[in-house]
């Protein structure tokens, strides 16, 4: 009998520890996804890339708010809304371990206020979208002033930007016609 002790320690441990020593994990191992609501801004990039429909967002007008959500039990672990997220709102993480005692743990919510457009009220975009477009313009050396100035523009919807195009370009015909009548 000791002889076979003797023996085993020799071999040394065929397994590890886990689950009472962590687990070291390969580098590059795509794990549980973590979410930061406060770097996203809702442009549901991630959401139209999912394979695994994990990702949705709904969009509730008449209460002027985008919900975005996350359902682990979907999620295939693929890294596509990682790869598309403009500002790494979203990645994967080292973590494997997602037993849970509910299914509802295994959700993860955020809920973004819309942005009203200027001319006709209605919700359109998510309000952190506008604002992290400004920023950008801001960022890419336009002086505050000039980005203010743009903030009526991409504060309307797409709808009423046409239709003010389609008046401006009518006025623009007009002046033009008039001018070859005078001629």
């Known amino acids: 009998m000791f002889k076979l002790f003797k023996t085993i320690l020799k071999a040394g441990e065929p397994t590890v520890k886990y689950p009472f020593k962590p687990l070291a994990v390969a580098p590059g191992f795509r794990g549980k996804p973590k979410y930061d609501a406060a770097q996203c801004i809702a442009c549901a990039a991630c959401t139209s890339v999912c394979p695994a429909n994990a990702l949705t967002m709904e969009t509730d007008l008449a209460s002027g708010e985008r919900r975005w959500q996350l359902f682990l039990g979907r999620c295939i672990f693929c890294g596509r809304c990682e790869e598309v ?12 371990e997602m037993a849970v005692t509910q299914k509802a ?79």
Do not use: M
Request: proline residues 4%; glycine residues 4%.
């Open 85 to 96: 997220c403009p500002t790494r709102a979203i990645w994967l993480s080292e973590e494997f």
């Open 105 to 183: 743990d295994l959700y993860v919510n955020a809920t973004f206020s819309l942005q009203e457009c200027r001319v006709c009220h209605q919700p359109f975009t998510a309000r952190k979208s506008v604002d992290y477009t400004l920023a950008l313009l801001a960022h890419s050396g336009l002086d505050v002033g000039t980005v203010e100035a743009l903030r009526p523009q991409f504060e309307t919807c797409p709808g009423c930007k046409r239709h003010q195009n389609l008046h401006s370009n009518r006025d623009l015909r007009l002046s033009r016609d008039t001018g070859r009548e005078n001629q």
